[in-house]
T-cell receptor, first 113, second 114 residues
Framework: DAGVTQSPTHLIKTRGQQVTLRCSPK?????VSWYQQALGQGPQFIFQ???????QRGNFPDRFSGHQYPNYSSELNVNALLLGDSALYLC????????????FGDGTRLSIL | GENVEQHPSTLSVQEGDSAVIKCTYS??????FPWYKQELGKGPQLIID?????GEKKDQRIAVTLNKTAKHFSLHITETQPEDSAVYFC?????????????FGKGTKLSVIP
């Protein structure tokens, strides 16, 4: 039973560029959330998708956008990259419903030069 | 919004001893509290969780307690082993508009000394 898978594992970009990160949820899960984890910090919620729509958003600018496909996989897009966007980007999936456990992938390490 | 504070930030214990990590939360409507273990180069791994209608939950060497009145919850690891060394995060999820969003503490780096 495959868990949450993310690609790529590492990415290097320069300021001003755009990036797309990808996530496949755990089997049986239909809800995907994205988190940003700066070095030495806890993950920060970016947004959550289910039924192909953004359902909730954390305190992140519009440069961060996403998409969910009918097979529940998801993408995180970041435009106009800033040095401060360097972080580990984590995808988490869960079943719909209250208080369902969220399971994380191993993340994409994004470095901005 | 929810705010979660976690202590201590670092913890060193001898192998076989117990480790305790404590968290407090601010939103009295929060009703789900997971704990995650994160090893170097990996994503957070769910190790145990507790819901607000339960005061304590145990899974082998790991236990979590919840005090809703005081708004704090704790992770207890007994008979620690070197493979328990990692960063541990507590988190909380609320009801209503915040019910999909996990708010994390800043983490505790646990080192188990053989």
């Amino acid at each position: 039973d495959a868990g949450v898978t993310q690609s790529p594992t590492h990415l290097i970009k320069t300021r001003g560029q755009q990036v797309t990160l990808r996530c496949s949820p755990k089997s049986g899960h239909d809800t995907v959330s994205w988190y940003q984890q700066a070095l030495g910090q806890g993950p920060q919620f970016i947004f959550q998708y289910y039924e192909e729509e953004e359902r909730q958003r954390g305190n992140f600018p519009d440069r961060f956008s996403g998409h969910q496909y009918p097979n529940y996989s998801s993408e995180l897009n970041v435009n106009a990259l800033l040095l401060g966007d360097s972080a580990l980007y984590l995808c988490a999936s869960r079943r719909r419903g209250p208080n369902q456990p969220q399971h994380f992938g191993d993340g994409t390490r994004l470095s901005i030069l | 919004g929810e705010n979660v504070e976690q202590h201590p930030s670092t913890l060193s214990v001898q192998e076989g001893d117990s480790a305790v990590i404590k968290c407090t939360y601010s939103d009295s409507a929060s009703n789900y509290f997971p704990w995650y273990k994160q090893e170097l180069g990996k994503g957070p791994q769910l190790i145990i969780d507790i819901r607000s209608n339960v005061g304590e939950k145990k899974d082998q060497r790991i236990a979590v307690t919840l005090n809703k009145t005081a708004k704090h919850f704790s992770l207890h690891i007994t008979e620690t082993q070197p493979e328990d060394s990692a960063v541990y995060f507590c988190a909380a999820i609320g009801s209503g508009a915040g019910s999909y969003q996990l708010t994390f503490g800043k983490g505790t780096k646990l080192s188990v000394i053989p």
